[in-house]
């Protein structure tokens, strides 16, 4: 397997190249990142807030940040119901 090297701006370029949640992306996640889903999200997760990583893409960091803030939203409203 040829797998990407795991800095904030390679995880981003990834999720730049593949901005949508699918069964397909997680196959390449696996497949090219060598990592499990659940893994390459949190790695996410960190690129996005990391100054190296808002510097490379600035774009796909806010994006990224601003769906875990919405995720982080809805599990708030759930739970305070």
Same mark, same amino acid.
């Given at each position: 397997?040829?797998?990407? *090297?795991?800095?904030?701006?390679?995880? /981003?370029?990834?999720? &730049?190249?593949?901005? #949508?949640?699918?069964?397909?992306?997680?196959? *390449?996640?696996?497949?090219? /990142?060598?990592? &499990? $889903? =659940? %893994? #390459? #999200?949190? /790695? /996410?997760? *960190?690129? +996005?807030?990391? +100054?190296?990583?808002? !510097?490379?893409?600035? =774009? &796909?960091?806010?994006? =990224?940040?601003? %769906?875990? +803030?919405?995720? !982080?939203?809805?599990? $708030?409203?759930?739970?305070?119901?």
């Amino acid at each position: 397997m040829d797998h990407v *090297r795991m800095d904030p701006t390679a995880l /981003l370029a990834f999720e &730049t190249r593949h901005p #949508y949640q699918s069964s397909a992306k997680n196959e *390449r996640i696996r497949r090219e /990142l060598g990592i &499990t $889903e =659940v %893994r #390459y #999200y949190v /790695l /996410l997760g *960190r690129a +996005a807030r990391s +100054a190296e990583g808002i !510097a490379a893409h600035p =774009v &796909t960091a806010r994006l =990224v940040r601003e %769906r875990a +803030a919405q995720r !982080a939203q809805q599990r $708030e409203r759930r739970s305070a119901a």
